[in-house]
Structures are given as C-alpha cells and as structure tokens.
C-alpha cells in the first residue's frame, strides 16, 4: 500500500500504540477521583498536557483537550463571541476547514456579520480586505495556519498585527501546520490555537486548544469540573494519553522529517510535472506546506483518477476528506479562482513521516499511464 493521504489522517505511530495499550490495561481509574488510582490518571493526563504544550511552546494551564480539531474551533469561536457578547461581528477565510466555516454559518444564523476574506489565486488571505472590515465591534479573527488543500500558509504575523489595532483576538486553526511547521504560540502571538492528535500519529478523537492567559471564553460544554472547568465530561484518558505520546515524539523529530519528506514531495510533484502534461498545480508555490500537493488534470473527473489509483493500493484524495462524499466542487479550489470543472478535477496528494522514495517512485511509474487511460476514453477536451 503506498498512503498519500496523510492530510486526512495519519497511521498511528507504533511507539504510541504501545503507550496506550500500556495505558489501557494499567489504568482504568478516572482522573476526577481522589484515591490513588484516581490519581494515578490525573498524574498522567497532567504529563500529556505539558507534552502537548511542550510543543506548541504553551504552559499546561493554557492546554484544553477536546474531542477533535472541530470541536476546538467550534469552542474557540463560539467560546470567545459569547464570552463578548456586545461584540457582533466574526471574521474569517473563504478558504477555511469545515470546522470554522460551518460554525460561521451557525453564526449568521444567530444574527452575527461574518465576514469571508477573499484569497488571491495562491490562497492567501486578502489583508487590506481584513483592515478594511474590522472594526470595534469585530469579536474574533479566525484564519487557518495552512490549508488543508493546497498547504498555503498565510501571514498571521501580519494578521494579528492588524487584529492587534483593535484589540481583537486572534484564533487559528493549526491542525495541518502542526508536525510539518515550527507552531509555537509565543512567537506567532495568537490567543486561541487549535491542534489535533490525529494528524501527528496520535489516535483520533482528540484534540487541544490552545487558550492564551485571560483570553475572555465561555465554555462550550457544561457539566462537570473537568478541563478547568471549561471543557466538561470524564476525560478520553487512553486518547490524551496517546496525544501526549505523539507530541512527544514530534518534537524529537519533526524537523528531520520535514527536511526528508520535503525532498521527497518536490520528486513527486517536479516528476508529476515532467511526466503529465496539461496539469494545473494549485497553491503558493513557496509559501507552502510542501507535503501538500495539489494537481487539477484538466478534462478528467477526480474521483475516477482516485478509484484507479486505489486499484494499485495508492491511496490519495480529491480536495479534503470532509467534502469527498459531495458532489460540489471544492470551495477552496473555487475560492482561489478556478472554474468548477478543473477543481473538480483535482487531487491532493500529503506526505507523512512513513512515505519513503520507494513510494513515490510507484506513483510516478503508475500515474501516467493512469491519466493517459482516462483521458482517452474522456468526452472532455482538455482546456485549461
Ligand atoms: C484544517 C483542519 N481543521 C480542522 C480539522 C478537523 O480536525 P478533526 O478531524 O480532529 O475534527 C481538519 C481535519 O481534516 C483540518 O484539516
């Protein structure tokens, strides 16, 4: 099996496989109980949480687990506008996760203004469209680290600069920058920050937000104690556990990774570009997660380069897992200006710390024969 499809989710890392199996048969206690084996588990969870902060340069009290990247942002945006609730207004990306842009639409159902920021064709977000529409009454910022799609990376430095003028908040989605980017709270400046263990090899179903000092939220889900109180329900304590264990272990290595699998990504999509012709790349070409690749083949129906491609065992993707079952095109896609029927076209190919040269060599000998095939028996004519 050759899997590029590490955007959507990555392979558990065996190391923390053995941390949690550990954890599961050692540890049944709940962390809320006072008695040892109570304890015991809360001592753990604590550890998980320095090591999730740990490598988001956070202190563990700024650390809040969750049930998964989407339900971060959910609590980052819906938290802090109804913490301010003199404050109407909600700006986010046209090219946001799901995560973010459907709870933009609950928003607007409420009676919020949210504003989209247009993105130019490489989908970077338009500052002076930003400067243009914050104002006192702006409650939040939300903009991603780097897409999901095409791996674009805005410019937050600017973005909260800007935010900063009006003392405005500032919230981002860092579920794909994180293990491919330096993500480090401190230095970027941002007062909410989302992650998620299953994009690292950690399990899935956790996730973190990070929530700087005094940053004004309410919480999302009530009950109990949990969480500081902030995000109750007995903890997923094999999960936390498991994401502490990732977390751990990217730190140790994620930038050895990073200079291995960039190499490798720029073999895939410089031959994919020497071997195809008539492809269409989107994204920046620099200012870019380069383990995110992203190729429109002009005339030919995603889906269809997907199932072949799956018939040899390679595993890629059309836009984002999220929107695969609908038929729509990718609102990213569309966002940075291409017509439906090329972004319909399109696949996302992401590296993940288990690809090897072996990997992309198989893609390269199999995929042109692939579109070669297709676009023979295509009634499309290649127009880009
Ligand atoms: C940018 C981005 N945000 C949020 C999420 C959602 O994270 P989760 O799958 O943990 O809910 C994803 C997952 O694909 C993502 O790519």
């Known amino acids: ?24 048969r050692e540890h049944f206690g709940n962390p809320s109980s006072l008695y040892p084996i109570g304890r015991k588990v809360k001592e753990l969870l604590t550890e998980a949480r320095e090591q999730v902060a740990a490598a988001i340069g956070a202190h563990r009290s700024e650390v809040i687990f969750t049930g998964s990247g989407t339900e971060s942002d959910n609590f980052a945006i819906i938290g802090v506008l109804e913490a301010r609730p003199e404050k109407k207004q909600f700006i986010t990306s046209a090219i946001e996760h799901p995560a973010v842009l459907e709870t933009a639409r609950y928003l607007e159902r409420k009676g919020y203004t ?67 980017l330096e993500v480090n709270v401190r230095k970027l400046g941002v007062d909410l920050l989302t992650v998620s263990s299953h994009k690292i090899y950690g399990p899935k179903g956790v996730g973190a937000l990070y929530v700087r000092k005094g940053t004004p939220l309410q919480p999302f889900i009530h009950g109990g104690h949990q969480e500081f109180g902030l995000r109750a329900g007995t903890e997923n304590t094999a999960g ?33 570009e020497q071997k195809i012709s008539n492809i269409v790349f ?34 890629v993707s059309t836009g984002s897992a999220c929107s695969e079952e609908s038929e729509e095109a990718s609102h990213v896609l569309l966002a940075i200006g291409l017509r439906p029927e090329i972004a319909r076209s399109a696949i996302r190919m992401s590296l993940g710390r288990f690809n090897s040269d072996q990997d992309v060599e198989m893609v390269l000998e199999v995929m042109p024969g692939i579109i070669d095939q297709l676009r023979a028996i295509s009634p499309f004519q290649p127009e880009v």
């Open 114 to 180: 949210v504003h989209y920021l247009p993105v130019d064709r490489y989908g970077l977000v338009d500052l002076n469209y930003l400067d243009a529409v914050i104002s006192e009454d702006t409650a939040l910022v939300s903009v991603m680290m780097a897409n999901n799609e095409i791996g674009t990376i805005q410019p937050l430095e600017e973005i909260i600069r800007i935010a900063g003028r009006y003392g405005v908040p500032v919230h981002t989605d860092a579920v794909q920058a994180f293990g491919k």
């Open 1 to 24: 099996m050759v899997y590029l499809d590490n955007n959507a989710t990555t392979p558990l890392d065996p190391q923390v496989a053995e941390k949690m199996s550990w954890f599961i």
């Open 240 to 272: 936390i556990i498991g994401f502490g264990e990732a977390a751990r272990i990217l730190q140790e290595r994620w930038k050895k990774d990073k200079d291995r699998l960039e190499k490798l990504a720029e073999k895939l999509k410089s031959g994919l």
């Open 282 to 315: 989107n994204g920046h070409p620099e200012k870019r997660v380069k383990t995110t690749i992203n190729f429109a083949y002009p005339g030919l129906e995603a889906e269809a380069i997907l199932l072949a491609l799956a018939t040899k065992e390679i595993y």
